[in-house]
């Protein structure tokens, strides 16, 4: 018991003194975490049949958006998106520029706002299951809807090539759902493992904290 009091305590100091941090190691923490976005999106896996390569840079965001919180987490999406686009070889193969991804890209800075938002604003977010649902709901709602969108403009617009909605999903959405849940299961566990479980002084939850277990 000892033990797990000592956790306990040792993760809410840290993000404690996350909060406590001054505007520069903030900066500093937020383009260290647009950089770590940058490599994870090197550990690909093409797929012959679309533009659009399995990467582990969605993981890296999941855990960015709550790690930093709301607004650091989203810029830090932000940056890593905009420097990409605007030329920097940040994007899976070192590549750069507005891409068939443009619209994903885009709803991950949704996501990690919305993630970033919750984790900070409501401890019972912090638990596996609730923050399970919720990158569920952002990563299949906030990015694959844009994405999808923005895929299917790129498609016509630049490759001239226009597909049917099924042809779309198979392309956009279809062979990532397995990896992105597995994915999301894994950034949930952690989630759970590594944040405070008591109020850090912004939660609008905190009173109702008796008699819950969600370690």
Excluded: C
């Amino acid at each position: 018991m000892q033990m797990v009091g000592a956790l306990s305590q040792f993760r809410y100091d840290v993000f404690k003194r996350r909060n406590a941090l001054n505007i520069w190691a903030k900066i500093g923490l937020t383009l260290a975490a647009a950089g770590l976005i940058a490599l994870s999106a090197q550990i690909k896996l093409p797929l012959p049949w679309t533009p659009i390569p399995v990467t582990m840079h969605t993981f890296a965001i999941l855990l960015t958006a709550v790690l930093l919180g709301r607004w650091w987490g989203g810029a830090a999406v932000a940056i890593y998106a905009v420097a990409g686009w605007a030329g920097m070889p940040v994007f899976n193969g070192w590549g750069a520029g507005i891409t068939a991804t443009a619209g994903y890209l885009a709803g991950f800075v949704i996501l990690s706002l919305f993630l970033g938002y919750f984790s900070d604003r409501y401890i019972r977010a912090r638990s596996f299951t609730t923050m399970f649902g919720l990158m569920l709901f952002a990563n299949f709602a906030l990015v694959y809807i844009p994405g999808l969108f923005w895929l299917n403009y790129w498609l016509v617009s630049v490759l001239g090539q226009p597909v049917s909605f099924a042809a779309l999903l198979s392309m956009g959405l279809v062979p990532f759902v397995v990896g992105d849940i597995i994915k999301i299961g894994v950034a949930a566990l952690i989630v759970k493992g590594v944040t405070p479980k008591k109020a850090l002084g912004t939660e609008l939850d905190a009173h109702k904290m008796a008699g819950w277990n969600i370690f």
